[in-house]
Structures are given as C-alpha cells and as structure tokens.
C-alpha cells in the first residue's frame, strides 16, 4: 500500500478541503476583471456614438441641468428674501367666522387652529 497524503485520501472518496477565503476570491476577482474588460469592450462595440462625442454631449447635457438648478435656486432665494422682508405677502380678507373669503367657515373649538378646522357639512 502506497502512502496517500490527505488531499489523495479526501480525492478518493470524493470529498475535498475547505476552501479558504484566499483560494476563492481571487478566483472571484478574476472572473469580475474579465467581466468588466468583456463588458466594456461590447459597449465600445455598440456605443453609439465615438467616445469624445459621447462624453462631449454628456458634459454638455450636466452643465446645462447644473445651470438650471443654480437658476432655480438663485428664484428660491429670492422668494425667501421677499418673504422675509415681507414683499409679495398678499392680505387675506377674512368672512364669517375667520375663514378666508369665499372658503366655507370654520368651526370647532378654537377656529384657525390646529384641531378646530372643520368646515361646516
């Protein structure tokens, strides 16, 4: 009888030893780093467009959302500067029962409240 070692023994009958973390992930690694180059090389294969016009439109189509929401922040501060300062505030007419005008009057407890805004039915 030959001297087996323990990986010919466990081979024998059909069993292995536990993988330990190093053995699988650079197996992992491998398979995700020839994904990615695969992956990469089929969207350069159906891409569009050649890749400075591609990136070209992408800068573009980002400076000009970036410039609009600058916009539209630059109008909120503004809002928030007239409101502060009280310019654009618009009186409110009050009717029956402290309501604003033309709006069904309130009833409840304390009317213009929290917890005491109940149209009347």
């Known amino acids: ?14 069993l292995q030893r536990r ?11 491998g398979l995700f780093g020839a994904g990615l180059v695969v992956g990469a ?6 891409a569009p467009k050649p890749g400075a016009e ?13 410039q609009a929401l600058q916009d539209q922040v630059q109008k909120l501060a503004e809002k928030v500067q007239g409101l502060s300062s009280g310019e654009g505030r618009v009186p409110v007419t009050r009717g029956e ?14 009317p213009g409240t929290t917890g005491g805004n109940v149209p009347k039915a």
């Open 19 to 29: 993988q330990e973390p190093p053995d699988y992930l650079v197996t992992a690694l």
């Open 1 to 14: 009888m030959k001297n087996l070692n323990a990986d010919e023994l466990l081979g024998a009958i059909g």
């Open 54 to 66: 591609l990136r070209r439109d992408i800068g573009g189509k980002v400076g000009d959302n970036f």
């Open 97 to 110: 029962g402290g309501a604003p005008a033309g709006a069904p009057p309130l009833t409840g407890p304390n």
């Open 41 to 46: 090389g089929l969207g350069m294969l159906f």
